[in-house]
T-cell receptor, first 112, second 109 residues
Framework: TAGITQAPTSQILAAGRSMTLRCTQD?????MYWYRQDLGLGLRLIHY???????GKGEVPDGYSVSRANTDDFPLTLASAVPSQTSVYFC???????????FGPGTRLLVL | GQNIDQPTEMTATEGAIVQINCTYQ??????LFWYQQHAGEAPTFLSY????GLEEKGRFSSFLSRSKGYSYLLLKELQMKDSASYLC??????????FGAGTTVTVRA
């Protein structure tokens, strides 16, 4: 079982460029999430989706957008990357919003 | 908002017991999770507490006191593979998960 996959594994991106981080789950989970993890700050929620067709803002949504066209996919887009968006990005999913979340392997992004 | 505090680092000897404390102040509480994260890897789910008391799962146990805003994760019979970061996370009434910065546990032989 694949669980949650993320692509790319890592990326170096020039400031001002756009990029989409991909996330796919095969567990038919209703809820999906995007977090960033920075040293000393822990995981912070960027955007979430409780069910296909709906999305919501987390703690640090500025500079990011998401869409949830179907149950399996939850892409995260950086429209115009800035160096402060250098981070490790984790996608997660859960069967219901109150239950445990299961994380993908992460995407390591460096914005120069 | 959420405020979740846990120690930054702990060191223990193989075979020993370590207790990782977590205190929280949240605007609404719907449960507390513990996750394990090895260096360079994704967090993995360890335990979930929603009611007061102790939940035991093999060598790992997690305790919750909602009135005190306090939880701990107890790791028994430590093994080298338990060296990792342990994340305390609280889910609020709007079902958003907030994480502490994590406690790095180093197990020494």
């Amino acid at each position: 079982t694949a669980g949650i996959t993320q692509a790319p594994t890592s990326q170096i991106l020039a400031a001002g460029r756009s990029m989409t981080l991909r996330c796919t789950q095969d567990m038919r989970h209703n809820a999906m999430y995007w977090y960033r993890q920075d040293l000393g700050l822990g995981l912070r929620l960027i955007h979430y989706s409780n069910t296909a067709g709906t999305t919501g803002k987390g703690e640090v949504p500025d500079g990011y957008s998401v869409s949830r066209a179907n149950t399996d996919d939850f892409p995260l887009t950086l429209a115009s990357a800035v160096p402060s968006q250098t981070s490790v990005y984790f996608c997660a999913s859960s069967d219901n919003p109150q239950g445990p979340q299961y994380f993908g392997p992460g995407t390591r992004l460096l914005v120069l | 908002g959420q405020n979740i505090d846990q120690p930054t680092e702990m060191t223990a000897t193989e075979g020993a017991i370590v207790q990782i404390n977590c205190t929280y102040q949240t605007s609404g509480f719907n449960g507390l999770f513990w996750y394990q994260q090895h260096a360079g890897e994704a967090p993995t789910f360890l335990s979930y507490n929603v009611l007061d008391g102790l939940e035991e799962k093999g060598r790992f146990s997690s305790f919750l006191s909602r009135s005190k805003g306090y939880s701990y994760l107890l790791l028994k019979e430590l093994q080298m593979k338990d060296s990792a970061s342990y994340l305390c996370a609280v889910i609020s009434n709007d079902y958003k998960l907030s994480f502490g910065a994590g406690t790095t546990v180093t197990v020494r032989a």
